[in-house]
């Protein structure tokens, strides 16, 4: 079972109170990237490979065993989701460890490249990055990114991605990130149509999304996988 460490999701006020604790005012900054063009956390091209072409089918899914934290400052949501991903394979970074392994400053954390470089650099397994360069994904980045999310959380590879705007999750929940924000990816279902996210400034604080919807929540940005 994931283990939920700071608080309830079902108790939004505490949420509301910490965010307003933490400084920031009608949401204008959306935890780690300043809102406004997205200058910030953008993904720039790198070369994987080859890309998978046809996702594996299944019926069930899979869930890591992970730690959820809530983020410490406004602008910590890279080194959050990054805990959140390292606690599933048994690594205990303090989320100010983490921000300076990934160059975090107040302006957020530039892009998916720092937190694929930090996830290689503390558990030696070969993430990449992978970007998706459009305003929506293709069907084959989504075809990618099912085929990645399955692959890595059976074999015990959680996920960073770096995402930007509003989507909904499975519950009708909406998340709206207009200025860039960094979620954990820690478990599907569905053969890999549905993701279960680590979401460290939401009120749900986990949910799952549909991976059709993830792909075009991390498009114009990337994902360490």
Not at 75 to 82: D, G, I
Not at 144 to 155: F, S
Not at 164 to 184: F, L, M, N, P, Q
Not at 205 to 214: A, C, E
Request: with cysteine; net charge neutral.
């Amino acid at each position: 079972m994931t283990t939920v460490t700071r608080w309830l999701p079902a108790i939004t006020q505490t949420s509301v109170v910490r965010k307003a604790a933490l400084g920031v005012a009608g949401l204008a900054f959306a935890g780690g990237a300043i809102a406004g063009p997205a200058t910030v956390a953008h993904a720039a091209p790198v070369s994987a490979g080859k890309p998978a072409t046809v996702a594996q089918e299944r019926d069930g899914g899979k869930e890591l065993d992970f730690t959820y934290k809530f983020q410490e400052t406004y602008f910590y949501c890279a080194p959050a989701a990054t805990k959140m991903a390292l606690s599933a394979l048994g690594k205990d970074l303090s989320q100010d460890e983490l921000a300076k392994k990934l160059a975090t400053t107040e302006a957020g954390t530039n892009s998916a490249i720092e937190t694929t470089r930090v996830l290689k650099e503390v558990t030696g397994k070969d993430y990449r990055t992978v970007e998706i360069p459009g305003q929506k994904a293709s069907k084959a980045e989504t075809d990618r990114l099912r085929n990645d999310v399955v692959r890595n959380i059976d074999g015990k590879r959680p996920m960073v991605a770096n995402i930007k705007g509003t989507s909904v999750d499975t519950d009708g929940h909406a998340h709206s990130y207009e200025g860039g924000h960094y979620i954990a990816v820690v478990g599907y279902r569905d053969g890999g149509n549905t993701v279960k996210i680590g979401d460290s400034w939401s009120d749900e604080g986990q949910y799952w999304i549909s991976t059709d919807k993830l792909a075009n929540w991390i498009a114009s940005r990337g994902y360490s996988a």
